[in-house]
């Protein structure tokens, strides 16, 4: 999955990147949790690859709600278009009127936040600074 920005995380198994809008604004906080191997799903995965998804998982959805202030985390797995795994992580923000709650409903809402491309460099930054200051966290 094309990701844009910097790198997020990265280690033996798993790398973290903020989703590309092709050049177009995108929901800033989009982020994908993509398992370097190739594995259709989450059951596909081995043990070490579940350990390193999940605290990674976990560890970047902290760092979204700490960092960016985001209030709820939704996380899905889809794999229709490729049969490799990648886990999508979307923040919601306060503010967002409860009618947009949901992974994909929050972008219908006319005021999400609907970034560029240094805005998403900006995020990989701070997030990136977080995952690597909280190591064991």
């Given at each position: 999955?094309?990701?844009?920005?910097s790198?997020?995380?990265?280690?033996?198994?798993?790398s973290?990147?903020?989703?590309?809008?092709?050049?177009?604004?995108?929901?800033?906080?989009h982020?994908v949790?993509?398992l370097?191997?190739?594995?259709?799903?989450?059951?596909?995965m081995?043990?070490?690859?579940a350990?390193?998804?999940?605290?990674?998982?976990?560890?970047?959805?902290?760092?979204?709600?700490?960092?960016?202030k985001a209030?709820h985390?939704?996380?899905f797995?889809?794999?229709h278009?490729?049969?490799?795994?990648?886990?999508?992580?979307?923040p919601?923000?306060?503010?967002?009127?409860?009618?947009?709650w949901?992974?994909?409903?929050?972008?219908d809402?006319?005021?999400a936040?609907?970034r560029?491309?240094?805005?998403?460099?900006s995020?990989?930054d701070?997030l990136?600074?977080?995952?690597?200051?909280?190591?064991h966290?």
């Open positions: 999955m094309k990701t844009a920005g790198t997020i995380f990265e280690d033996d198994f798993i973290i990147g903020h989703i590309d809008g092709n050049g177009n604004p995108v929901y800033l906080g982020l949790i993509d370097k191997r190739h594995a259709p799903g989450l059951g596909d081995n043990p070490a690859e350990s390193a998804f999940g605290v990674a998982m976990s560890k970047v959805s902290r760092a979204l709600m700490e960092v960016e209030e985390i939704y996380s797995v889809t794999g278009a490729v049969p490799h795994l990648h886990m999508h992580i979307v919601r923000y306060p503010g967002t009127p409860e009618k947009y949901g992974p994909s409903a929050v972008y809402w006319e005021e936040p609907m560029n491309i240094s805005d998403v460099q995020l990989c701070r990136k600074k977080y995952m690597d200051t909280h190591q966290a």
